[in-house]
């Protein structure tokens, strides 16, 4: 029979526990946080000529429109 006390197997299996939890908790954090960044740089175009609403992730502020080909800066709230 292995020599491993009942305090030091009940001690493992909360250790083994809690690092579970934490690794969970920040893998999803990373996650979340790398979706609302990605959601977060979307910029919203109102096209003039044609009236085309689209979203565009470019860092410029100038998107050109997918229908008509016109270049519509972002809008502003
Ligand atoms: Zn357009």
């Known amino acids: 029979m292995i020599g491993v006390s ?3 197997f009940v001690v493992f ?12 908790w920040f ?3 990373l996650r979340d946080k ?3 960044d ?3 740089s979307l910029r919203a ?3 003039v000529r044609c009236g085309a609403l689209y979203a565009n ?3 410029t502020e100038v ?3 997918p229908k008509c080909g016109f270049e519509n800066a972002s809008l502003r709230f």
């Open 57 to 59: 992730r470019s860092e």
């Open 38 to 40: 990605r959601q977060r």
């Open 34 to 36: 790398s979706y609302y």
């Open 63 to 65: 998107a050109r429109c």
């Open 13 to 24: 299996f909360l250790v083994a526990g809690l690092l579970i939890v934490v690794g969970l």
């Open 6 to 8: 009942f305090e030091a």
């Open 45 to 47: 175009h109102h096209c």
């Open 27 to 29: 893998f999803y954090d």
